[in-house]
């Protein structure tokens, strides 16, 4: 892929369910979260235009009454396809006890998958089937898929860390995708970058990911607090390539949130890798 139209054809994307929990509930109502990037098939269905592999999950639900009674007992992607040999179980499950949320903690767990994962067909509805241990109150919990169409290998060159800032609220809707005004630290000479790397950090944050003119939707687990360490896959270029932007023109970001969600942080690992417009990757 060695063009600058071909950028599509390598990189990953991430999406988002939501499971709400009735009081009396073991299994969840699945609602894909609005996501304009894919297309969706009812509410609780994604529709891939291409085929990706499933290379990374997150499913976690809150501890109830400080106890593990609501937490999740088993998670499975749901793919037509996938049942020629049985769904496939998302492993590790998450729990997050010392906040009693589905907020990812230091270190955390997450299933990763990314050269053997399952392949998703175009076409075919993409949901999740939800257990929870046992039904005492009604709680909601969600679930990050990261899909993708190919590990973008990361290209030769220096790596800097550039950061970002953000008030904006990204929880005023819990569980959407909401865009972030962006305050940048620095300013980039002129070119084309390749984002190899992404950390955000802010309150009751979730996700993050990028906007891209090009490109799918690639992002990361965000964490409660910017000492926190994410799972190591975000820092040490697993993912490959998360996109290409241009400078002057910078990224946007989007942010996932379980309620009020201000003072984001966050940084990009980047690598010019030549001048703007050059059909560099």
């Not at 990189?11 to 894919?38: E, H, M, N, Y």
């Not at 793919?79 to 009693?100: C, D, K, M, S, W």
């Not at 950390?199 to 490109?215: C, D, I, M, T, W």
Request: contains cysteine; proline residues 9%.
């Amino acid at each position: 892929m060695n063009s600058k139209n071909d950028v599509a054809d390598l990189g990953f994307q991430v999406i988002a369910f939501k499971l709400d929990f009735a009081t009396t509930d073991t299994k969840p109502t699945v609602t894909l979260v609005a996501d304009s990037s894919v297309a969706a098939s009812g509410i609780n269905a994604a529709i891939l235009r291409r085929a990706m592999r499933w290379v990374a999950g997150y499913a976690s639900a809150p501890y109830v009454t400080s106890s593990p009674s609501g937490l999740l007992q088993t998670v499975q992607v749901d793919v037509p396809e996938f049942r020629r040999i049985g769904l496939p179980y998302l492993r590790p499950l998450a729990g997050n006890q010392a906040t009693a949320t589905v907020l990812p903690g230091p270190d955390p767990n997450l299933h990763v998958s990314l050269y053997d994962g399952p392949i998703v067909p175009p076409g075919e509805p993409l949901t999740i089937q939800a257990v929870r241990r046992s039904a005492i109150s009604g709680s909601t919990g969600v679930v990050l898929l990261w899909l993708a169409y190919g590990i973008n290998p990361l290209p030769p060159g220096e790596a800097f860390n550039i950061e970002y800032t953000s008030n904006t609220d990204a929880g005023v809707t819990p569980l959407t995708w909401a865009p972030l005004t962006l305050t940048w630290t620095s300013s980039l000479p002129s070119g084309r970058y390749a984002i190899v790397g992404m950390e955000h950090s802010a309150l009751n944050a979730l996700a993050a990911r990028l906007v891209l003119p090009e490109g799918p939707r690639a992002g990361v687990l965000a964490q409660d607090k910017l000492w926190e360490r994410t799972h190591r896959i975000f820092y040490e270029g697993e993912l490959g390539v998360y996109g290409y932007f241009d400078s002057p023109a910078m990224p946007n970001i989007e942010a996932l949130a379980t309620t009020g969600s201000t003072d984001h942080r966050g940084y990009l690992r980047i690598i010019r890798i030549g001048d703007v417009g050059c059909p560099c990757h």
